[in-house]
């Protein structure tokens, strides 16, 4: 940096350069800690006079704030430690019991050992409830420091002793859920968090949707925060620092992390030859954040005030993380030697203490005023979001064979003498008797100071956390007049499914009441979708609104963004949209507002790039449409192998609350859309629709009556056979490759004597799970009448093979396989997609009308209803290669 200054600009005095360079070098000779500190003294200076300096992203290693700057600790200490300590037991005994009743159940012990206290202050003097004004913060706790959260609602009289003793036994119905999940305990998790980064990511996003809220209008959300725990090993999780930069960008100052830097993970050390949280704080801080460190307790406070020739300070900065995890397993007078020992004058500074004093010089997470002056300053710092990153140490207070060791996270049991250990330094009443087997719980009794205490705190603080309520506002939900459009069909005007769509959104939209509910989420791809329409009428959200005239200014659709914009255009981040997506579709539980949330993706970055992010949001309750678009291997023509999706649906069928849907016409899209806001927004039901939409332009036909049910439960007959021919098919058609159904239909009549009945499937899954249910249902009710699936009812008694084509897999229409009263051939894009137009692309997937054809003429060949050779005659007919290796062969 400094050389390329010096070769920008020129040195207009360069004695005066060489004299402040010369001075400093006989400071460096001196001393070089003491060069680094007058350095970082003029940077903060230089900064502070505003001449343009960057900022500097790492400080030394020691507390942000100084001690002479701490506030006044408002609660009684002693109270708060007797509280932790009961905690601390409480949910390693819960973890205990469980697995000695059932062994390998898991649960963590050391996770919430190390960040009791930061939870604990967050608890007693920060964390909002439901209750307080405003509404109350929103805490995406560590998934692994569940333990403790159930030992506080214990305490707190939320929980009894026997819902602790159902830890990881949940299929009762009573059991407690292992780590944060809303959908298995829907009155008490708010946000699920286990699986790691996806809470920093969705953290973020929450945050930034309540300012949207605020923008809109909707509700103020100005005295709400969102605080996010999260573990220093979770940080390597790309999703964790995807946002970091929005974040700052934003300006979300409603937004906390607290990073607990017990500088371990679960095989070992998170940085052991670095140091984590220096590198935490270079990133941060280098993405605008505010950043506090809580490195070191009040017992260093002295050692460091004394510490006149930053000996300490440097020491501190050059030890490594796993060097200081050693000092953790090690004697007073292993650290004397070794930390202190090398440098005499460190040595001296610490001669007045004794080797148990040295092993009791703690880390800045676990001093329970440190933390408190963190918080406090974290809630007063304006403009920005903060982090708070705390040192601690892994297994806190569990004793010598779990503290700070490497198989720490692993640690479920504690022997009889660790537990006496662990129970002798919490210093609680608990008998040896009652440890015997497995450690009893301790609560001090209803009436106790300590339960009296908690509980005011609490009731000051606007009630208990975590609270998931839902007292969702109603919205009132389009007249069905908006739909009818879609039924009209098009005439003879070409029109993909996703115009058909974005006109549906639209009308949603600009509907009086409903309209400011919705939603649209779009990752940089609205142009392709053709939804750029939609910028100037809704507008896009941006915080600071929009700042210069946009280069399209004068045209119609320009690109115009406000701070009441609607639209969440979220840039290329499949991740961040889920996160709005997540923000905006549990909304009606998290804020009590209703929002309904569209996110409109292209299809092949969907599922399989945030998947779990997705199942995260069903895990929270989600609410939402997710729409593939440009779905189909073969219906996205040009693209290739990376983007040309045939299998989201498959994906999308192993979530157990997404509804999917494999649309043809735009009024099938309008019927579930139609009824997904019913069940979702009326019905109050927790479930999701992911629909596919392709860009492929075709007429759209009317809507023939009488089959709204059918398209729901996700097959119906659209075209009948048009004439009694001979022999007889059926042709199950998904999508755009419904048409190729409909062709396929027309040459076998013309061409082959044979009737076929073309049939809309719209989804496979829906029939899927319908078969399941009725299957189980049949079995466990042997000796009363078998009831049919939708699918075999639909189909029985319809003559001919059943042929089921789609621009899909062909496992997706395999799902329903075993209930087809007939033989069946799936038809599918199996194989990676690649560039070609679409015709090309279908004769080479084998889906294509002639296709569809040979299929159907083997399928009767195979059941002596034709001759081998009318198959022959159709390949040849329609020049096919039965030598050419099929899409899926000739990939390998
Ligand atoms: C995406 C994901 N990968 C792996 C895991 C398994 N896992 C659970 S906890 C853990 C280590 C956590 O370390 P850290 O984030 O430092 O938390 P700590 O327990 O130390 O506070 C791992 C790897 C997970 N839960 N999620
Ligand atoms: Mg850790």
């Known amino acids: 940096m400094q050389d390329h200054f010096r070769d920008q600009l020129p040195d207009i005095d360069p004695d005066e350069t060489s004299e402040w360079i010369e001075s400093l070098e006989q400071v460096i000779a001196h001393s070089p800690s003491r060069a680094r500190f007058l350095m970082g003294r003029l940077l903060a200076h230089a900064r502070s006079r505003q001449i343009g300096l960057p900022p500097m992203v790492s400080t030394n290693y020691i507390n942000t704030i100084p001690p002479e700057q701490e506030p006044y600790f408002p609660g009684d200490e002693e109270m708060e430690l007797k509280i932790r300590r009961i905690i601390r037991w409480n949910a390693a005994a819960m973890v205990m019991r469980a697995n000695k009743k059932y062994d390998g159940i898991g649960g963590h012990l050391s996770t919430y050992a190390s960040a009791a206290s930061l939870y604990e202050v967050g608890f007693n003097h920060f964390f909002q409830g439901k209750d307080a004004p405003g509404g109350g913060d929103q805490i995406f706790f560590q998934g692994h420091g569940a333990p403790g959260v159930y030992a506080r609602a214990f305490l707190e009289g939320r929980l009894t002793q026997d819902r602790l003793d159902g830890f990881r036994q949940e299929t009762s119905g009573t059991g407690l859920s292992s780590y944060p999940h809303p959908r298995l305990m829907p009155d008490f998790w708010e946000f699920p968090t286990v699986s790691m980064g996806l809470s920093p990511l969705n953290a973020i996003y929450q945050a930034r949707f309540n300012k949207y809220l605020h923008q809109r209008g909707i509700k103020d959300t100005s005295q709400q925060r969102v605080w996010c725990f999260v573990g220093d090993g979770e940080m390597d999780e790309p999703e964790s620092m995807a946002a970091l930069s929005l974040a700052a960008r934003e300006e979300l100052d409603n937004l906390i992390f607290v990073v607990n830097c017990n500088l371990q993970r679960l095989d070992g050390p998170v940085r052991g030859n670095g140091k984590v949280i220096q590198e935490l704080e270079s990133i941060y801080r280098g993405a605008g954040w505010h950043v506090i460190k809580v490195v070191w307790a009040r017992e260093w406070d002295d050692l460091l005030a004394r510490d006149s020739d930053g000996v300490l300070v440097n020491k501190m900065n050059t030890t490594v993380d796993g060097e200081f995890q050693k000092y953790v397993v090690e004697s007073g007078a292993y650290i004397r030697e070794h930390f202190f020992g090398p440098d005499p004058r460190l040595k001296k500074l610490v001669e007045h203490l004794s080797d148990e004093d040295l092993r009791r010089l703690r880390r800045g997470g676990h001093d329970y005023r440190k933390v408190h002056s963190a918080f406090a300053s974290a809630v007063e710092l304006k403009g920005a979001p903060v982090v708070v990153l705390a040192k601690t140490v892994k297994g806190w207070t569990l004793g010598g064979a779990v503290e700070g060791r490497n198989v720490t996270h692993q640690a479920k049991k504690l022997s ?17 008797k009652e440890l015997k087997d497995e450690p009893a719980y301790y609560h001090p009794g209803e009436d106790s100071d300590v339960v009296e205490y908690i509980r005011a705190r609490r009731r000051s603080l606007g009630g208990y956390v975590p609270e998931r309520r839902v007292h969702p506002v109603r919205v009132d939900l389009p007249k069905d007049d908006l739909y009818a459009e879609f039924a009209a069909g098009s005439k003879k005007q070409g029109v993909a499914t996703t115009m058909g769509f974005v006109r549906l959104l639209r009308k949603l939209m600009r509907d009086k009441k409903f309209g400011p509910r919705v939603v649209p989420i779009i990752p940089d791809e609205a142009r392709t979708f053709g939804m750029e329409s939609l910028f100037p009428e809704f507008k896009i959200y941006a915080a600071r609104g929009q700042l210069y ?3 399209d200014a004068a045209h119609l659709l320009a690109y115009r963004e406000s701070q009441q914009g609607q639209i969440l ?4 981040t499949e991740a961040g949209s889920m996160g709005s997506f997540t923000a905006a579709g549990t909304s009606y539980a998290t804020h009590g507002e209703t929002m309904v949330p569209f996110f409109i993706f292209y299809s092949m970055f969907g599922f399989q790039r945030i998947g779990d992010l997705i199942w995260s949001f069903a895990d929270q309750r989600g609410r939402g449409f997710l729409l593939g678009a440009t779905y189909g291997r073969t219906t996205l023509l040009g693209e290739g192998l990376q ?51 392709y860009n492929e332009p075709y007429p759209q036909p009317e809507m023939p009556s009488g089959i709204e049910e059918g398209i729901l439960k996700g097959l119906y007959l659209y075209r009948g056979a048009p004439d009694e021919r001979k022999h007889r098919a059926q042709l199950l058609g998904s999508g755009t490759i419904l048409r190729e159904a409909l062709r396929a239909q027309d040459l076998l009549l013309e061409h082959h004597d044979v009737s076929a009945d073309v049939w809309s499937a719209t989804s496979y899954q829906q029939l899927r799970a319908d078969g399941l249910e009725t299957e189980r249902w049949n079995r466990l009710h042997a000796e009363q009448p078998r009831r049919q699936p939708y699918v075999a009812e639909q189909l029985e008694g319809q003559d001919g093979p059943v042929v089921a084509v789609s621009d899909s897999m062909k496992a997706v229409p395999d799902q329903i396989a075993r209930w087809v009263p007939a033989p069946f051939v799936p038809l599918g894009t199996d194989g990676f997609g690649r560039s070609d137009h679409r015709g090309a692309l279908r004769r080479h997937f084998e889906i294509d009308a002639e296709h569809i054809v040979v299929a159907t003429l083997a399928a009767l060949a195979e059941f002596g209803e034709l001759k081998p050779e009318a198959v022959t005659e159709a390949i040849e007919r329609y020049g096919v290669d039965p030598e050419r290796a099929s899409a899926l062969r000739c990939d390998l």
């Not at 009889?416 to 040896?432: G, W």
Request: hydrophobic fraction near 40%; glycine fraction near 4%; include cysteine.
């Open 416 to 432: 009889e003498d660790e537990l006496k250990a662990f129970r002798d330094r919490l210093e609680l009443p608990i008998s040896d």
């Open 549 to 551: 005239e946009p280069v």
């Open 569 to 572: 255009e979220e840039g290329i």
């Open 643 to 693: 983007h040309q999706d045939g299998h989201s649906l498959l994906l999308a069928a192993t979530n157990p609350v997404c509804l999917s849907y494999d649309p043809a016409w735009a009024y099938e899209v309008a019927v579930i859309v139609k009824e997904g806001l019913r069940r979702m927004f009326d019905e109050d039901e927790d479930v999701f629709y992911y629909l596919t939409l």
